[in-house]
């Protein structure tokens, strides 16, 4: 897997993700720069330098900002240890139902990472995974959040529940989100791009949350909306 850019690269160097090699522009000689070369060599990276052509080669969008860096495919936390975590604290959790779209998935894994999120979970068919442009797009965000798949949202959901944990689905029609009590153990689901969440899946919610709409547009991006949802949920759950 390759991850691009400077920001999304110094992230990667922050955690113990293997990185097999790192390609650097070699025209680059401001601070920050430098300062991310150094940090590679001291934890023993690899490193190779190239001009701009050949970085462009590498990157399909040539958004590299003269820094790539190549590791295993990513790996996603375990389903099972994530849930054991949370049933001893209350935690906060972000699962979506039907993401489909990587840009959408990034932004949502950058989303929940800056919030201070627990753990996001997806089903591992018919749902968006992290790749090269997922990791782009969440700057980096995605080795540092604990990300998991899961074979059944409703059955997951579940799981949650067993372990008292109280469910709010994201979705037009329900109560005003800024009414909420997001307090304790809880869960908010967030649905897919065209579909929202569906309707088996509202069902196992304790309770549906909508963002109240002003305009004439009666609907937010899938990733605009989650960053709404999380944010207010974690302001109430800090007190503020």
């Given amino acids: 897997m390759k991850t691009e850019g400077r920001n999304a ?35 023993g990276v690899r490193i190779q330098f190239a001009d701009k052509a050949g970085l462009d080669r590498e990157c399909q969008n040539r958004k590299h900002q003269g820094f790539i860096a190549y590791t295993p495919d990513y790996r996603y936390a375990d389903e099972d240890e994530l849930l ?66 899961t074979g059944n949202v409703n059955d997951l959901l579940d799981d949650f529940k067993n372990r008292g944990y109280w469910v709010t689905g994201a979705e037009l029609g329900g109560e005003n989100i800024y009414g909420v009590d997001f307090s304790g153990k809880c869960v908010l689901v967030v649905g897919g791009e065209d579909t929202g969440i569906r309707r088996l899946t509202q069902e196992k919610c304790d309770r549906l949350a909508e963002i109240p709409m002003y305009g004439k547009v009666n609907s937010l991006n899938a990733s605009v909306a989650c960053g709404v949802a999380v944010f207010e949920a974690m302001r109430r759950r800090r007190g503020f």
């Avoid at 992290?130 to 990300?147: D, Y």
């Fill in 9 to 43: 690269v110094n992230e990667l160097l922050k955690t113990d993700v293997k990185i097999e090699k790192l390609l650097v522009e070699n025209s680059l000689r401001d601070a920050e720069s430098r300062a991310i070369v150094a940090k590679a060599k001291e934890k």
């Fill in 84 to 149: 054991s975590d949370a049933e001893q604290k209350d935690g906060f959790y972000v699962v979506l139902d039907g993401i489909t779209d990587p840009h959408n998935l990034g932004s949502i894994i950058r989303v929940c990472e800056c919030a201070g999120v627990d753990g996001l979970l997806f089903a591992d068919r018919r749902s968006a995974g992290v790749t090269e442009t997922v990791m782009r797009v969440s700057e980096g965000a995605a080795n540092h959040l604990k990300i998991a798949r």
